[in-house]
Protein backbone atom coordinates (compact mmCIF):
# COMPACT_ATOMS: atom_id res chain seq x y z
CA UNK A 1 0.00 0.00 0.00
CA UNK A 2 1.33 3.58 -0.84
CA UNK A 3 0.97 6.44 1.76
CA UNK A 4 0.38 9.97 0.14
CA UNK A 5 2.01 12.61 2.56
CA UNK A 6 1.53 15.94 1.00
CA UNK A 7 0.99 19.70 2.29
CA UNK A 8 -1.09 22.36 0.24
CA UNK A 9 -1.08 25.96 -0.39
CA UNK A 10 -2.13 28.57 -2.30
CA UNK A 11 0.14 30.22 -4.92
CA UNK A 12 0.70 33.99 -4.15
CA UNK A 13 1.84 36.22 -7.44
CA UNK A 14 3.05 34.46 -10.66
CA UNK A 15 7.19 34.91 -9.84
CA UNK A 16 6.87 30.77 -9.01
CA UNK A 17 6.45 30.72 -13.33
CA UNK A 18 10.13 31.92 -13.76
CA UNK A 19 11.60 28.79 -11.97
CA UNK A 20 8.97 25.80 -13.48
CA UNK A 21 9.40 24.31 -15.98
CA UNK A 22 6.98 23.13 -19.14
CA UNK A 23 3.08 22.25 -17.69
CA UNK A 24 1.98 19.26 -18.66
CA UNK A 25 -1.95 19.50 -19.02
CA UNK A 26 -3.79 17.44 -16.80
CA UNK A 27 -7.37 16.25 -17.30
CA UNK A 28 -9.36 13.99 -14.75
CA UNK A 29 -12.54 12.94 -13.15
CA UNK A 30 -14.54 10.99 -10.62
CA UNK A 31 -16.02 7.73 -10.25
CA UNK A 32 -16.65 8.37 -6.89
CA UNK A 33 -16.12 11.52 -4.40
CA UNK A 34 -17.26 9.44 -1.28
CA UNK A 35 -16.15 10.93 1.86
CA UNK A 36 -14.16 7.47 2.98
CA UNK A 37 -12.50 7.24 -0.59
CA UNK A 38 -11.94 8.57 -4.18
CA UNK A 39 -11.59 6.77 -7.29
CA UNK A 40 -10.50 9.10 -10.40
CA UNK A 41 -9.14 8.94 -14.05
CA UNK A 42 -6.52 11.04 -15.02
CA UNK A 43 -5.09 12.24 -18.09
CA UNK A 44 -1.48 13.12 -17.97
CA UNK A 45 -0.11 14.52 -21.10
CA UNK A 46 -0.10 11.34 -23.14
CA UNK A 47 0.04 9.07 -19.88
CA UNK A 48 -3.69 7.32 -18.30
CA UNK A 49 -3.65 6.66 -14.86
CA UNK A 50 -6.62 5.12 -12.90
CA UNK A 51 -6.07 6.32 -8.75
CA UNK A 52 -7.93 5.40 -5.47
CA UNK A 53 -7.32 7.28 -2.26
CA UNK A 54 -8.30 6.54 1.33
CA UNK A 55 -9.75 9.24 3.26
CA UNK A 56 -6.69 11.49 4.47
CA UNK A 57 -6.22 10.72 8.45
CA UNK A 58 -3.93 14.27 9.18
CA UNK A 59 -1.88 14.88 5.98
CA UNK A 60 -1.74 11.19 5.46
CA UNK A 61 -3.98 8.68 3.33
CA UNK A 62 -3.46 5.65 1.39
CA UNK A 63 -2.96 5.73 -2.13
CA UNK A 64 -2.93 2.80 -4.65
CA UNK A 65 -1.97 4.03 -8.83
CA UNK A 66 -2.27 2.23 -12.24
CA UNK A 67 -1.10 3.14 -15.76
CA UNK A 68 -4.05 2.23 -17.74
CA UNK A 69 -4.64 2.50 -22.09
CA UNK A 70 -5.24 6.13 -22.72
CA UNK A 71 -8.06 4.95 -25.22
CA UNK A 72 -10.01 3.65 -22.01
CA UNK A 73 -9.15 6.81 -20.02
CA UNK A 74 -11.03 8.86 -22.79
CA UNK A 75 -14.13 6.87 -22.41
CA UNK A 76 -14.55 6.60 -18.83
CA UNK A 77 -13.67 10.80 -18.59
CA UNK A 78 -16.33 11.26 -21.55
CA UNK A 79 -19.42 8.51 -20.32
CA UNK A 80 -18.77 7.68 -16.70
CA UNK A 81 -16.75 10.48 -14.32
CA UNK A 82 -19.04 13.51 -12.21
CA UNK A 83 -18.84 16.93 -14.06
CA UNK A 84 -17.69 18.58 -14.20
CA UNK A 85 -14.01 17.66 -14.92
CA UNK A 86 -10.48 18.91 -13.32
CA UNK A 87 -8.69 20.49 -16.23
CA UNK A 88 -5.53 22.10 -15.13
CA UNK A 89 -2.20 22.29 -16.15
CA UNK A 90 1.03 21.12 -13.67
CA UNK A 91 4.49 22.90 -13.24
CA UNK A 92 6.65 20.97 -11.43
CA UNK A 93 9.48 23.01 -9.42
CA UNK A 94 12.48 21.87 -7.77
CA UNK A 95 13.46 23.10 -4.17
CA UNK A 96 15.18 22.19 -1.58
CA UNK A 97 15.56 18.48 -2.23
CA UNK A 98 11.48 18.75 -2.97
CA UNK A 99 9.46 18.56 -6.00
CA UNK A 100 6.57 21.40 -5.70
CA UNK A 101 4.08 20.75 -8.09
CA UNK A 102 1.72 23.58 -8.94
CA UNK A 103 -1.86 23.13 -10.70
CA UNK A 104 -3.20 26.24 -12.25
CA UNK A 105 -6.91 25.54 -13.01
CA UNK A 106 -9.38 26.11 -15.96
CA UNK A 107 -13.03 25.59 -16.90
CA UNK A 108 -14.93 25.61 -13.57
CA UNK A 109 -12.24 25.76 -11.88
CA UNK A 110 -10.46 28.77 -13.75
CA UNK A 111 -8.58 31.40 -11.30
CA UNK A 112 -7.23 28.89 -8.88
CA UNK A 113 -3.44 28.11 -8.71
CA UNK A 114 -2.37 25.62 -6.13
CA UNK A 115 0.87 24.03 -4.83
CA UNK A 116 1.24 20.77 -3.25
CA UNK A 117 4.67 19.16 -1.70
CA UNK A 118 5.01 15.44 -0.79
CA UNK A 119 6.74 14.62 2.24
CA UNK A 120 8.57 11.75 3.76
CA UNK A 121 6.80 12.11 7.15
CA UNK A 122 3.88 14.53 8.56
CA UNK A 123 6.59 16.54 10.31
CA UNK A 124 9.20 17.17 7.89
CA UNK A 125 10.74 20.71 7.61
CA UNK A 126 9.62 22.51 4.71
CA UNK A 127 11.29 25.75 3.18
CA UNK A 128 8.13 27.60 1.90
CA UNK A 129 9.54 29.45 -1.54
CA UNK A 130 8.44 33.37 -1.51
CA UNK A 131 5.59 32.16 -4.11
CA UNK A 132 3.95 30.12 -1.33
CA UNK A 133 0.62 31.63 0.58
CA UNK A 134 -1.65 30.51 2.64
CA UNK A 135 -1.59 26.80 3.59
CA UNK A 136 -4.55 24.79 2.86
CA UNK A 137 -3.80 21.08 3.62
CA UNK A 138 -6.84 20.78 6.02
CA UNK A 139 -9.05 22.68 3.94
CA UNK A 140 -11.41 20.16 1.82
CA UNK A 141 -12.44 22.68 -0.26
CA UNK A 142 -9.32 22.19 -2.05
CA UNK A 143 -9.28 18.63 -2.54
CA UNK A 144 -9.79 18.22 -6.26
CA UNK A 145 -12.49 15.49 -5.72
CA UNK A 146 -15.06 18.32 -3.65
CA UNK A 147 -14.04 21.03 -6.69
CA UNK A 148 -16.44 18.49 -8.78
CA UNK A 149 -19.49 19.43 -6.07
CA UNK A 150 -18.56 22.82 -5.83
CA UNK A 151 -16.27 24.49 -8.30
CA UNK A 152 -14.35 27.25 -7.28
CA UNK A 153 -16.29 29.19 -9.63
CA UNK A 154 -19.08 29.13 -7.46
CA UNK A 155 -17.63 30.50 -3.89
Known amino acids: MGIEIERKFLVAGDDWRAVAGDGVPYRQGYLATEPERNV ?5 GERAKLN ?3 KAKGLSRAEFEYEIPRE ?3 QI ?21 LVWEIDEFFGDN ?11 SEDQEVDLPPWVG ?3 SHDHRYKNANLVSRPFSTW
Open 40 to 44: RVRLE
Open 52 to 54: LKS
Open 72 to 74: EAE
Open 77 to 97: LDGLCLRPLIEKTRYKVHRGG
Open 110 to 120: AGLVVAEVELE
Open 134 to 136: EEV
